[in-house]
């Protein structure tokens, strides 16, 4: 008769989760690389312009900066690229003209579009595995996973803030 493990199962589980996690955020990060490549851009941009394409609206530069978790320094670099590539005009707004709006340029954001759709039907063969419950799961997984992450993303960035006026 086999032995049984002395470690709890959940120490088991959570040390496989941690292992696994890793693999699965190099391989999404492997991933958008090999995306952004195709389409001729930084990594960082292509998840701006997924970000964009989520918005009902064109957005400020400040906007693109929160979406990104990038400072407004930054996220005007990262819209200058993008206006540069041609994948986002800006316009000042018609209602307040001290603010520039940045928008996606439809022609070019369906051809964005035409790449995800090119590699969804794998995604989508992969949920049909999945249950309602399962998905409902990895739903609230995803977005558990991406509020933390915002959180892990400013916390780091206060330790490079306190770590630079310490120098």
């Known amino acids: ?17 941690a292992v696994t996690s890793r693999r699965y955020m190099a391989s999404y990060a492997l991933f958008n690389q090999a995306v952004a490549d195709h389409l001729r851009l930084h990594p960082t941009d292509l998840q701006c312009l997924n970000l964009l394409g989520l918005e009902a609206e064109p957005v400020t530069t400040g906007r693109v900066a929160e979406l990104t978790g990038l400072t ?18 800006r316009a000042r707004d018609t209602a307040d003209r001290r603010r520039v709006l940045v928008a996606t340029v439809p ?5 964005f579009g035409a790449v995800w759709e ?15 419950d399962e998905i409902a799961f990895l739903i609230t997984h995803m977005r ?6 915002a959180v892990q993303v400013e916390r ?4 490079d803030r306190d770590a630079a006026q310490r120098r």
């Open 107 to 111: 022609e070019r954001m369906a051809e």
């Open 1 to 17: 008769m086999p032995q049984k493990s002395s470690v709890p199962r959940r120490s088991v589980l959570l040390a496989e989760l």
């Open 118 to 132: 090119r590699l969804n039907s794998g995604w989508a063969e992969l949920f049909e595995a999945y249950g309602d």
């Open 72 to 89: 407004t320094g930054s996220a005007t670099r990262l819209v200058d690229r993008l206006e540069r590539a041609g994948y986002v005009t």
């Open 156 to 159: 780091l960035r206060d330790s």
């Open 144 to 149: 558990r996973t991406a509020e933390l992450s």
